[in-house]
């Protein structure tokens, strides 16, 4: 399971991407290696990323944080629902 510290580390490496049309288009790119969902992620996205993460065979995790608590890790002043790191 990720953690708070281990998304902070991605963000400073700037290896993720935050929100749902980037991650979105990046799974169809076949960008990504993995995608972080928000614990109350809605559920037509989760569908979405989980259909999209299937075809691309990218991993998908369920944090342990709302949407809420993962805009304030990530420094922002909005609720983020999905993220996705970039492949190397």
Known sequence: M???????KLLKENKLIIGKDLTL????????????LANNCPAQLKADVE???SIAEVEVESLA???AELGDVCKRPHFI???????E
């Open 51 to 53: 259909h999209l993460a």
């Open 25 to 36: 288009k990046a799974l169809r790119s076949k960008g990504l290696e993995k995608v972080f």
């Open 81 to 87: 629902a999905v993220m996705g790191l970039k492949k």
């Open 2 to 8: 990720t953690s708070i510290t281990e998304i902070k």
């Open 65 to 67: 944080l709302d949407n």
